[in-house]
């Protein structure tokens, strides 16, 4: 009985003390990927794409591109539908152009994992323009589980200068 009786008192000791938050652990940043060195503004039915869910190799933020913008890079499949996803560029809000982002063979969308992708964006401008690549999940999930009205979408914006063919 004396055991049981010591045992409840270092148990309620215990619960009574002030609970001490341990120390988060520092671990080494992820390098930034390049296109998120000078990120854009979401829209309000957009999420910002979760590191390693999307790369872009062929375009980096703040680059001077020509028309036809080829975009190409890896992205898990779950971005696409049918094996593509929205691609379009952007200038003061309003779209410029718009294309599908497409499966590069032999990836398929169908199978686990990243998949290689391709778009290729046709514009003309005057002058230099600031722009936003805009690269969006196709088919984002539902607001909630009970609903098939769709949710925001995972996003990775760009910022680039759209220049005048020469």
Known sequence: MLKRSLIALVLL?????PQQTPAPETKPADPAPEQAAAPAQLAADELPAPGG?????????GAKVKSPLTVEGSVI?????EGVFPAELAADGETI?????????????TNPGP?????????TVT????????????????????SDEPGPARTLRIPVVLVPAS
């Open 13 to 17: 000791a215990a619960a009574c003390q």
């Open 53 to 61: 869910e999307i790369t872009v190799t062929s375009v980096v933020a």
């Open 77 to 81: 499949n779950n971005w696409m539908f």
């Open 97 to 109: 152009v718009q294309a599908p982002a497409q499966q590069q063979a032999p990836d398929n969308w």
């Open 115 to 123: 998949v290689k992708f391709k778009a290729v964006l046709e514009f």
């Open 127 to 146: 002058k230099e323009t600031p722009a936003v690549l805009i690269l969006k999940e196709d088919m984002p999930k539902p607001k909630s589980p009970d």
